[in-house]
């Protein structure tokens, strides 16, 4: 079992839309919880942490649900710039921060 | 540096050559990390530094993969007689102490023949 799953996907969706990607993750010992986004050939970039009180960065809403094990990450009114790769990151403890990527949510966001 | 430098950005090299891959840090960033990324797939881990020495170099594939780090700066990254399973991007992080978050580089996409 892969230590962080996600649903590959692809997402297509209109301008406008709202999506949700989910998250999930074996190692119950994780501390930390990111999304990060990846355009086409380019590198990962940090979208944004994740907390468990849940946070918010405009359009983007995270939540973390450490019961279940689960991240999610959903982009409201979407925008063509949005069409990305979504990896969800989870950091483990060991002495250092040691991060976990999923393979990536990809999303096209259509006219 | 501004961010952090990988060279060369692309390499072809013929199966069961040596490549040598640069990763510069930001300047005075601690921790570097080295993962590569096959193609459709994700990120895996490969090694982790903490000045010059590697406390966890648990993702290395092969005794044909090794790293070092020099003077807590530059880290390469060499890859003996490569295979063609090799083929990957590889891509440098590195952040500013072991707790912190990653910067990456932009990678040096290999292709092996």
């Known amino acids: 079992r892969k230590e962080v799953e996600q649903d590959p996907g692809p997402f297509n969706v209109p301008e406008g839309a709202t999506v949700a990607f989910n998250c999930t993750y074996s190692?119950?010992?994780?501390?930390?919880f990111f999304w990060y986004r990846q355009d086409c050939r380019k590198e990962p970039k940090l979208l944004m942490s994740v907390y468990s009180s849940g946070n918010e960065d405009g359009r983007f809403t995270a939540q973390l649900n450490r019961a279940s094990q689960y991240i999610s990450l959903l982009i409201r009114d979407s925008k063509l710039s949005d069409s990305a790769t979504y990896l969800c990151v989870v950091g483990v403890s060991g002495g250092y921060n040691k991060l976990i990527f999923g393979a990536g949510t990809r999303l096209a966001v259509h006219p | 540096g501004a961010g952090v430098s990988q060279s060369p950005s692309n390499k072809v090299t013929e199966k069961g050559k040596d490549v040598e891959l640069r990763c510069d840090p930001i300047s005075g960033h601690t921790a570097l990390y080295w993962y590569r990324q096959s193609l459709g797939q994700g990120l895996e881990f490969l090694i982790y530094f903490q000045g010059n020495s590697a406390p966890d170099k648990s993702g290395l594939p092969s005794d044909r993969f090794s790293a070092e780090r020099t003077g807590g700066s530059v880290s390469t990254l060499t890859i003996q007689r490569t295979q063609q399973e090799d083929s990957a991007v590889y891509l440098c992080?590195?952040?500013?102490?072991?707790?912190?978050?990653?910067?990456f580089g932009s990678g040096t996409r290999l292709t092996v023949v």
């Open positions: 190692n119950s010992a994780s501390q930390s």
């Open positions: 992080a590195s952040s500013l102490d072991s707790s912190g978050g990653y910067t």
